[in-house]
């Protein structure tokens, strides 16, 4: 099992140009999740998919769109990127909530974007 | 005031030592907590979910105080692969999403 993969590994954007970031788990989890990661500020959430068909806003949604486009796949979206978009991006997977209120979320390895 | 804050160090210390990170939450309702492992430029992975009466794997031991707001992280007989970043996860609303702390970062030295 390859766990949680993702492309690009880096990534180079000159301001206004789109991309996607393609994340794909094999581990049969409903739930999926973007993130991004910044010096001194922790993960925050992006946008999250409950189960394949469902997306919704975290905290940082501005900027990114999602599309789950098969229980497997989950890609984000820059339509027109910004400076303040260099960043990690991570994606994570989890399976149904326990009665804990949450089961471990696994990552993938993170792209790492620059946008000049 | 951050939902989740932890102290980001750097705590260097030397092999063999004690040292315990804390954490502290602001969502009074939150369901649980959890102490994920930061490598340097890699994905966190998940060290141990913190449950109420406390739990310990091996060196590691978690505690969680419900009154005051915090859990605690105590690692022993620190090694030098302990050295990583430390974060702090809580799910404050029995949904999948959780906020992580910005992490606390130690350095074992020889």
């Known amino acids: 099992n390859a766990g949680v993969t993702q492309t690009p590994k880096f990534q180079v954007l000159k301001t206004g140009q789109s991309m996607t970031l393609q994340c794909a788990q094999d581990m049969n989890h409903n739930s999926m999740y973007w993130y991004r990661q910044d010096p001194g500020m922790g993960l925050r959430l992006i946008y999250y998919s409950a189960s394949e068909g469902t997306t919704d806003k975290g905290e940082v949604p501005n900027g990114y769109n999602v599309s789950r486009l098969n229980k497997r796949e989950f890609s984000l979206r820059l339509e027109s990127a910004a400076p303040s978009q260099t960043s990690v991006y991570f994606c994570a997977s989890s399976g149904q909530f326990s009665g804990r209120g949450g089961n471990e979320q696994f990552f993938g390895p993170g792209t790492r974007l620059t946008v000049l | ?110």
């Open chain 2, 1 to 110: 005031r951050k939902e989740v804050e932890q102290d980001p160090g750097p705590f260097n210390v030397p092999e063999g030592a004690t040292v315990a990170f804390n954490c502290t939450y602001s969502n009074s309702a939150s369901q649980s907590f959890f102490w994920y492992r930061q490598d340097c430029r890699k994905e966190p992975k998940l060290l141990m979910s913190v449950y109420s009466s406390g739990n310990e794997d091996g060196r590691f031991t978690a505690q969680l105080n419900r009154a005051s707001q915090y859990i605690s992280l105590l690692i022993r007989d620190s090694k030098l692969s302990d050295s990583a970043t430390y974060l702090c996860v809580v799910n404050p609303s029995n949904t999948g999403k959780l906020i992580f702390g910005q992490g606390t970062t130690l350095q074992v030295k020889p």
